[in-house]
């Protein structure tokens, strides 16, 4: 039973447009959420995260929606760059010390 | 200065070996994770432990054991390993009641 889910793959994108990627839960009680950004042979690295009380954050090209009446959040990259291609995971907890992440999507941004 | 480092890499081994992956931080976190990808590339929580203290054990076969000598480390012993182990190991660490999570480079183990 996956209570995160990034149902596209992947996605491509021109230089200079936006990048919108989506992840949809399931589970009421998460009250944060992270989006997390991996390149090949890499561990994952922190990008941007909200809590369950805001619907928006920004930090520089990156934001973050939180709907939470339809359980979808998403990660806007404007202006994206060839060097934000990557894999994006969203994850979410339930304010315990467990996160739970999705299967990801595999961004490339076209030069 | 590598603030999670994973050891080894890469580790290759034969179906019924038991073997270890170690697991450094130096970020000065109280909680330490474990997770698998697997080849569905889905990253899943095995344990965590916070001030050396398993509080996270997603049901894992007890063929993997979680040992934390120290704060600053959080090895993952496994006996018996199966075709099914063969994934992509992360560690990682946060603070307790933070945000994010620091992973390692993750380790690859192929059981052949």
């Known amino acids: 039973d996956q209570q995160v889910k990034q149902n596209s793959p992947s996605l491509s994108v021109q230089e200079g447009r936006i990048s919108i990627l989506n992840c949809d839960y399931t589970n009421s009680m998460f009250d944060y959420f992270l989006w997390y950004k991996k390149y090949p042979a890499e561990g994952p690295t922190f990008l941007i995260s909200i809590s369950s009380i805001k619907d928006k954050n920004e930090d520089g090209r990156f934001t973050v929606f939180l709907n939470k009446s339809a359980k979808h959040l998403s990660l806007h990259i404007v202006p994206s760059q060839p060097g934000d291609s990557a894999v994006y995971f969203c994850a979410a907890s339930p304010g315990t010390y467990k996160y739970i992440f999705g299967t990801g999507t595999r961004l490339k941004v076209l030069a | 200065d590598t603030a999670v480092s994973q050891t080894p890499k890469y580790l290759v081994t034969q179906m019924g070996n038991d073997k270890s992956i170690k697991c450094e931080q130096n970020?000065?976190?109280?909680?330490m994770y474990w997770y698998k990808q697997d080849s569905k590339k889905f990253l899943k929580i095995m344990f965590s432990?916070?001030?050396?203290?398993?509080?996270i054990n997603e049901t894992v076969p007890n063929r993997f054991s979680p040992k934390s000598p120290d704060k600053a480390h959080l090895n993952l012993h496994i006996n018996s390993l199966e075709l099914g182990d063969s994934a992509v190991y992360f560690c990682a660490t946060a603070w307790t009641g933070g945000s994010e999570q620091f992973f390692g480079p993750g380790t690859r183990l192929t059981v052949l």
């Open positions: 970020l000065g976190h109280d909680t």
């Open positions: 432990y916070n001030n050396k203290e398993l509080i």
